[in-house]
T-cell receptor
Framework: DGGITQSPKYLFRKEGQNVTLSCEQNLNHDAMYWYRQDPGQGLRLIYY???????QKGDIAEGYSVSREKKESFPLTVTSAQKNPTAFYLC??????????????FGEGSWLTVV | EDQVTQSPEALRLQEGESSSLNCSYTVSGLRGLFWYRQDPGKGPEFLFTLYSAGEEKEKERLKATLTKKESFLHITAPKPEDSATYLCAVQGSSGSARQLTFGSGTQLTVLP
């Protein structure tokens, strides 16, 4: 979706370094997400945030951290504690309220490679 | 725990050869079933949401259907530009209302 901007598109990390992936949205949606995608596997949820200054762990939060200081921004930090960080990272937003079937829209993704 | 299984993992079709992709799911209280298309190196693109058994939705050459246990994505007379990975996801009533469980996808290749 054009309203979700992820940067950088490609990022290389050295062993022991922390890196931060940016996600910005101009769609005025409350809920934002970070997913990880590995080849041949489904998307797995890392963290999500339903409102500013609040976020929850997803299924694979270990080795990652997030912040939500502004509604428009939800950066993801991949820490040195994440032992296998090489993957495709996707930021997403969802529409609607707490009713059923909120549709999730994705950004273009960021590739992170450990060198 | 919600689960989604997609089959086949990969599918090669000749242009014009219609087929179907399968998404089998188990979920506690289905809130929605979602289909996405993903091109290499890109984020998934939303296609459809289905909410209840018997529902059908269409978009160009694609038609999605839903039963209580599975969903099908029918592709009629596909073209090479339909080549992509198609992802299925479900949103259940357990856990957060905002979380999706994804399948591993079906990689579709349409040959000219």
């Amino acid at each position: 979706d054009g309203g979700i901007t992820q940067s950088p598109k490609y990022l290389f990390r050295k062993e022991g370094q922390n890196v931060t992936l940016s996600c910005e949205q101009n769609l005025n949606h409350d809920a934002m997400y970070w997913y990880r995608q590995d080849p041949g596997q489904g998307l797995r949820l890392i963290y999500y945030s339903q409102i500013v200054n609040d976020f929850q762990k997803g299924d694979i939060a270990e080795g990652y951290s997030v912040s939500r200081e502004k509604k428009e921004s939800f950066p993801l930090t991949v820490t040195s504690a994440q032992k296998n960080p090489t993957a495709f990272y996707l930021c997403a937003i969802s529409t609607g309220g707490h009713s059923s079937g909120n549709t999730i829209y994705f950004g273009e993704g960021s590739w992170l490679t450990v060198v | 725990e919600d689960q989604v299984t997609q089959s086949p993992e990969a599918l090669r079709l000749q242009e014009g050869e219609s087929s179907s992709l399968n998404c089998s799911y188990t979920v506690s209280g289905l809130r929605g079933l979602f289909w996405y298309r993903q091109d290499p190196g890109k984020g998934p693109e939303f296609l459809f949401t289905l909410y209840s058994a018997g529902e059908e939705k269409e978009k160009e050459r694609l038609k999605a259907t839903l039963t209580k246990k599975e969903s099908f994505l029918h592709i009629t007379a596909p073209k090479p530009e339909d080549s992509a990975t198609y992802l299925c996801a479900v949103q259940g009533s357990s856990g957060s209302a905002r979380q999706l469980t994804f399948g591993s996808g079906t990689q579709l290749t349409v040959l000219p």
